[in-house]
Every structure is written in structure tokens, then in C-alpha cells.
């Protein structure tokens, strides 16, 4: 009987381990899979001249949370330019194009819209064609 317990402890103690390790693979689920080429962390532009952030805006005249993406030049930290792609809990990310500083993001919502550089501002751009590199994770 004395076995038993033992053989039933240590099955118990590898079930547990193993259902540990398998949820620790589903948090850490491959980044591409959940974003695309997109992201909610701070990301540079191909020559790592601007970077942009995003940020959690609250509209108190509807109610409803916003995403501010803010765009800053790397040398010296300064806000340059921001824009409001889309509500919160519908946005999925940012992303720059590899050879210009026109950004892209994507929203559950309404899409995936490019966000044109023109003199130090982002705006959008309903007729960009997306490159194909850049993958949205609705594809």
C-alpha cells in the first residue's frame, strides 16, 4: 500500500509538471503566429532613425479606449508626430515598412492600414498597396 502512494504521488507531481510545461508553451506561443510582422512593443524604423510606442488613450466624451501610436526621433527622444489608428481592445499592433518610415497596423475591426511619412507627419493612406513581407495575422 505504501507503494501505491508513492507511485500515485509521483504520477501526480508529473502530471502536474507536464501541464506546467505545456501552458508555459502556450503563453510563450510563437510571436509571429499571434502578431504577424506586427507588435505592441517599442519598434524602430529600418534605419532606426524614428521608433514608435503605443499608448492606451481614454476618450471621456464616448467612453472608449484609444490607441495613441507616438513616434519619436531615437537621437534625442523627442515626440515627433502621433495618430489614432483605432479603439483598444480591437488594435493588434504596429509595424514599419523595411525601406521607408511609413508605418502599418492592424485592428481587429477595421483592418490593416498604412500610416504615410510625409514631412515628419503619419497619415493615413487608404490606397497603399501593404508590401507583401508585412503579415498581418489574419492572413
Known sequence: MRNRGKVIFLTMCSLLLLSGCAYRASETKNTFERWGSFTADKT???????YA?????????????????????????EPVSFF???????FWGICWEN??????????D????????????????????????IISKYD
Open 44 to 50: 524602430y524604423s529600418y534605419d532606426e532613425k524614428y
Open 53 to 77: 510606442v503605443q499608448e492606451v488613450e481614454y476618450d471621456d466624451s464616448i467612453g472608449v479606449n484609444y490607441i495613441k501610436v507616438c513616434i519619436y526621433e531615437t537621437e534625442t527622444d
Open 84 to 90: 489614432y489608428p483605432a479603439r483598444a481592445r480591437d
Open 99 to 108: 525601406d521607408t518610415y511609413n508605418i502599418w497596423t492592424q485592428s481587429g
Open 110 to 133: 477595421i483592418g490593416v492600414y498604412c500610416y504615410k511619412y510625409e514631412e515628419m507627419q503619419w497619415e493615413r493612406d487608404e490606397s497603399a498597396q501593404r508590401p507583401e513581407y
